[in-house]
């Protein structure tokens, strides 16, 4: 769990893929094949924290504690009218841009060599990547962005997420999205970038019984909570509950669609928001009274056999 809060951030991780070497001088992306190699030999489960404030010192602790990642939110892609940037902001059309301290990220950098670095964008109610550039150029503008910083980053982070207005472009995604999503994350992985993905639970839903509703894939980012309201445990207490709280703010299956897409090996870990805000994993746990240990085993099972989604593009 890292520094992160364990009732309101616990996130299932799972680990996919494994470093690949590469030749030449120690580039940004070779050093990034470096530390994917230490994270990939540990001898433990690996501890994984979001991050805004470098200055604040919590982050600085829990390396100290000993993280092995630390994922700094958020950062996002953004048109350049006319062409490229200057600097650390990138080229070719588009460009990085973000609130992070970036020079006490650097510092940071500099003291825990050993700990992997990443760049997560999105987040909710962030922007998803305009449609203007294929996800291939993106990671030419990530890719140039970083080398302007030094190399601070070892990869990307995906967090696109929905949004608290259901009017907003951002509410839903669109295929051409996904597609540049996915796109993005096969390029980035053959740099030598390390890639993680981190989908809302109803994201990437591997819970969801086969055959149903809610293993159908959907654009929409504005549905209800499936668990609690059309779900096989479902009562008209927890569909009260929803109600009353006004909350659609639930996907389906989208991120099965980038995975796809992609393929698993184009990422080196999945980190699954179980504590989405009426997600099924709270339904389970914390309303039904479930073991939460076996439901996470559930769910960790039934990610690694792989599972059925339906009305996939």
């Given at each position: ?17 494994t ?7 120690m580039?940004a ?49 953004d048109?350049?009218?006319?062409g ?5 902001e ?16 650097r ?118 909570p ?40 184009s ?42 989604v339906t009305?996939?593009?």
């Open positions: 769990l890292g520094f992160m809060t364990a009732v309101t951030r616990l996130a299932l991780v799972l680990l996919l893929s470093s690949v070497p590469l030749a030449g001088s580039s992306t070779s050093r990034a094949t470096t530390r994917r190699r230490a994270v990939d030999n540990a001898r433990r489960p690996i501890v994984i924290g979001y991050a805004h404030d470098p200055a604040s010192g919590k982050a600085e602790r829990a390396m100290r504690d000993g993280a092995d990642v630390v994922i700094w939110s958020f950062l996002h892609f048109l350049v009218p006319g490229g940037g200057e600097g650390g990138g080229g070719r059309g588009g460009r990085i841009r973000t609130d992070l301290d970036l020079s006490e990220i510092r940071l950098r500099d003291r825990f060599g050993e700990v992997v670095f990443l760049a997560a964008f999105g987040g909710w109610n962030g922007p998803h990547p305009p449609n203007e550039l294929t996800g291939k150029e993106w990671c030419d503008v990530f890719v140039e962005y970083n080398e302007g910083l030094g190399g601070i980053f070892d990869g990307i982070d995906f967090d696109q997420e929905g949004h608290d207005d259901l009017s907003s472009d951002t509410a839903k995604f669109t295929i051409k999205t996904l597609d540049i999503m996915a796109e993005l994350a096969v390029e980035a992985k053959r740099r030598g970038l390390i890639v993680s993905m981190a989908p809302a639970e109803s994201y990437l839903d591997a819970a969801a019984g086969d055959g149903s509703v809610d293993a159908q894939f959907s654009l929409d980012l504005g549905l209800p499936r668990a609690w309201t059309t779900g096989p445990d479902a009562t008209e207490e927890d569909r009260k509950v929803i109600e009353d709280a006004g909350f659609r703010h639930a996907g389906r299956q989208c991120y099965a669609y980038v995975l796809a897409r992609a393929g698993v090996g990422f080196d870990w999945i980190s699954v928001q179980l504590y989405e805000a009426y997600s099924a994993f709270v339904h389970e746990t914390a309303r039904r009274g479930g073991d939460p240990v076996d439901a996470i085993v559930d769910r960790v099972d039934r990610l690694a056999e792989g599972s059925t009305n996939l593009p």
